[in-house]
């Protein structure tokens, strides 16, 4: 049986999940991946309540873990800045890192990967996306016989929680507060509801998928904040619904990096994964279309993804297959993209309104599928959807001023519309 000597680096939910799994499951361990983990030092800023490590060595000085006999260091501290400086350091000291942090790999994961193999040692990462659901793996391994064209999905559990909870008739803020009730949000949820926490995710992915850079040049983020329930109505009724889409596909030479919000066929298999369910796609050549679905987030997935590390890095001598970021891969210009656009357009006259708006769209040269005058709302505005055709997201922003100048127009809000 093959033993590994660990070093945990964090004493938050996370970290005490693995800890308590690694004890209680130590059999099924042994058992399934023929491996022993010993817990031999866990650095800890301050104790967790919430969990006790018994005669486990703690240093209260998180660098200090380095110095200790482990052959993996598990990097559970979150951020970027301490937690770059602490894998950087371990990999000098010729020791593994398993990490769950995929705001330092979406950062500097080039430079993390580049001094692992100057220094021979592995960084594994599966819990860095979607926790435990095994996307890394899938990519890295299974799938190194495929060519893969295209990976997009819901890659927030917030977000998708959020989401779901308003297709049933809840508003944002309130949903909001229910998902920081019971745990799926953060007490500031920025980073998940505008759509940074899912770029991150994307990024990660795509460097592995199509050797895009760690940090990639800037790509669109848009997060969910702006949407409203009475979207969710309106989509229904035209078949659709409402997810936060993450994508990264091959455009010709280049690679399409986006992470928004977007109008998705009611009948597709990512619409239909509800609450804090992540969902993924992968487009390949040989296989087709593959789906892959679980939990994004918890104590309990996370600790499965970096047992499965553990287990991967003591019975393969092989390092993870990290692209050569060093291909320089372009990314497509966002702005020559072409989308169909659902715009919500409140009008203070909804006749003549329609006649301004569809005018405009004529001297844009812009083709309308549909515009349709919905019922009046509280206070007498007048709600107009319109579906556009297809045209270039370079176009939108003139689009959108020429539309909120008109003189019966005093709101509007949009939606991406994700074409098959």
Not at 145 to 168: C, D, P, Q, R
Not at 305 to 322: E, K, M, Q, R, T
Not at 341 to 364: G, H, R, V
């Amino acid at each position: 049986m093959n033993k590994l000597r660990i070093g945990i680096c964090g004493w938050g939910n996370v970290a005490t999940g693995l800890f308590n799994t690694i004890e209680n499951n130590n059999k099924l361990i042994n058992s399934n991946g023929n491996l022993d983990i010993e817990i031999v030092v866990i650095g800890a800023r301050r104790d967790n309540p919430k969990c006790d490590p018994g005669a486990t060595k703690i240093e209260r000085d998180i660098f200090d873990v380095i110095n200790h006999d482990i052959d993996v260091l598990i990097e559970l501290i979150g951020g970027v800045d301490v937690a770059r400086e602490l894998i950087l350091k371990a990999i000098k000291n010729k020791k593994h890192v398993v990490t769950a942090n995929k705001a330092v790999l979406f950062h500097h994961g080039d430079e993390i990967f580049k001094e692992a193999s100057s220094n021979g040692v592995q960084v594994l990462f599966e819990s860095s996306v979607c926790a435990g659901t095994p996307i890394i793996k899938m990519l890295t391994e299974e799938l190194s016989a495929n060519k893969v064209t295209k990976i997009s999905g819901m890659l927030n559990g917030t977000s998708n929680f959020i989401l779901s909870n308003m297709e049933e008739g809840s508003d944002f803020r309130s949903t909001l507060e229910l998902a920081q009730k019971e745990g799926y949000a953060e007490p500031d949820p920025t980073f998940d509801i505008e759509g940074m926490d899912a770029a991150h995710k994307i990024g990660i992915l795509s460097s592995l998928a199509f050797g895009t850079c760690l940090p990639p040049k800037d790509f669109y983020i848009e997060g969910i904040s702006n949407i409203e329930k009475i979207d969710f109505k309106y989509a229904k009724d035209m078949g659709f619904t409402i997810k936060h889409l993450a994508v990264s596909k091959l455009n010709k030479d280049k690679v399409e990096l986006r992470a928004h919000p977007v109008f998705i066929k009611e009948d597709s298999y990512l619409a239909n994964l509800k609450s804090v369910r992540n969902g993924i796609e992968i487009e390949t050549d040989l296989l087709g279309t593959l789906h892959i679905a679980g939990s994004g987030a918890g104590q309990e997935s996370t600790a499965s993804g970096v047992i499965s590390d553990l287990v991967n890095l003591a019975n393969s001598n092989n390092n993870i297959s990290v692209v050569d970021s060093n291909r320089n891969i372009e990314l497509v210009d966002f702005l020559s993209l072409s989308f169909q656009y659902y715009l919500y357009i409140e009008a203070l006259d909804a006749s003549s309104a329609i006649d301004s708006i569809t005018s405009t769209f004529a001297e844009k040269n812009i083709g309308i599928e549909l515009v349709e005058q919905k019922k009046a709302l509280k206070g007498g505005s007048l709600p107009v959807v319109v579906i556009t055709d297809l045209f270039a997201e370079r176009e939108y922003e003139d689009l959108y001023e020429n539309l909120i100048n008109l003189d019966s127009v005093n709101k509007i809000r949009s939606i991406r519309i994700e074409s098959n």
